[in-house]
């Protein structure tokens, strides 16, 4: 049988069945037709030495690019790091989703879903010049509005998104978050609670979040970071990984430091999922994008097989999107080509500090919708 796509030579790696070895992948009608050895194609790519997985979702992007201050075009973001699924967490909230389903969502290459701001306007205020936090404001805290349009949009919203801390939520303090926890439990979806500076506490949003539920930022800088002074995590952050709560990266220009990230990883907390949170005042570094933070993880002692657990399947839970994070014949027709390229590499926190490291993940192509996709646009 001839497919549409062949990806031969490759090391297929899927989180979900457990397959890691080298063979073939084919695509056919835009879905997954076949693995294993000897496949035939029209178009025949040979991708030996790179790494065929799932196609990478990025959980925590900014992508409503021309609607919101802080938001990155989402193609040429996904071609520089293949990954087929773009998650945009509250960029916008349910006033602006329209023009961001229309404008944005529905001409993209790649797939777009969002966690919906339970702020009116989304994330409106994001700047080098402009800071405001959206949640300083409760009249914005659309209950009603945010319920509404997620029901709405069941394909393309799938969470509700919130901001607390100092910076974003100020003398509210934790109030937002007990709007947006009512808010998707009327909706029936999982919430991310983005965290900064106190108040609230890392361990008081932890004490708030429901199974399934995401907390954002999990490895920030100290102060309001994951562990104590003498280096163990939060009793309340181990709380809420045993009932079931997701601790997300989400590596920003705030958000990732290597002394937490230390800390945490040799308390043995590793994140739950690898996101990027990539925006416009990061893009250009610190996060860089989801491949580089991937590295990050690398670097700290997450094998490759867990990185790539962390950027597809586990995700995809998170989402309740069974069809996303991996590769079944007769699914959908997405795949992620990348490689491990040996080589030094200087990693960087948000802090500044660098950490040098002898490999790095990179980008060769993605396929969506059973077509191949050549990576572009790639960091230095």
């Known amino acids: 049988m001839t497919h549409d796509l062949v990806l031969t030579g490759g090391r297929v790696i899927d989180p979900d069945s457990g397959l890691d070895r080298v063979t073939d992948l084919a695509f056919a009608d835009g879905c997954v037709a076949a693995i294993g050895d ?7 790519r040979d991708v030996s030495g790179a790494l065929v997985v799932p196609g990478l979702i990025d959980l925590h992007t900014h992508v409503y690019w021309g609607g919101t201050s802080l938001s990155v075009e989402a193609d040429d973001y996904a071609r520089r790091c293949a990954a087929t699924t773009l998650v945009d967490t509250g960029s916008a909230g349910p006033g602006n989703f329209p023009g961001f389903r229309a404008h944005v969502m529905a001409p993209a290459e790649v797939r777009i879903l969002s966690f919906l701001h339970i702020s009116f306007a989304g994330i409106y205020a994001f700047s080098p ?3 405001v936090g959206e949640s300083l404001d409760m009249r914005l805290m659309a209950s009603k509005d945010v319920v509404a349009v997620a029901r709405d949009n069941p394909d393309t919203v799938v969470g509700i998104k919130v901001r607390v801390g100092r910076n974003t939520s100020g003398p509210n303090g934790i109030a937002p978050l007990d709007l947006a926890l009512e808010a998707a439990d009327r909706c029936g979806l ?19 979040l429901r199974p399934g ?15 104590d002074a003498a280096g163990a995590v939060h009793d309340a952050a181990l709380r809420a990984r045993d009932r079931g709560v997701l601790f997300d990266i989400g590596h920003g220009m705030g958000a990732f430091s290597w002394e937490s990230a230390r800390a945490a990883m040799a308390a043995g907390f590793m994140p739950d999922t690898i996101s990027s949170d990539v925006h416009v005042l990061c893009i250009d570094g610190p996060a860089w ?7 990050k993880l690398m670097a700290l002692g997450m094998s490759l097989e867990q990185v790539i657990a962390a950027a597809t399947l586990t995700p995809a839970r998170a989402m309740r999107r069974d069809d996303l994070g991996r590769l079944a014949v007769g699914g959908v027709g997405e795949a992620s080509v990348i490689a491990v390229e040996d080589g030094p590499v200087e990693l960087e926190d948000v ?19 059973g077509r191949f996709v050549e990576a572009a646009g790639q960091r230095p």
């Open 351 to 369: 802090l500044g500090e660098t950490v040098a490291y002898d490999r790095s993940l990179r980008a060769r192509g993605m396929v969506i919708g």
């Open 190 to 208: 999982p919430v991310m609670a983005h965290i900064d500076l106190a108040p609230p506490t890392y361990a008081e949003v932890c004490e708030k």
């Open 129 to 131: 010049t402009v800071m």
């Open 213 to 227: 539920d995401v907390l954002t930022h999990c490895f920030r800088p100290f102060p309001n970071g994951p562990v």
């Open 289 to 295: 994008d989801l491949l580089r933070t991937m590295t």
């Open 38 to 44: 000897g496949l035939d194609g029209a178009d025949m």
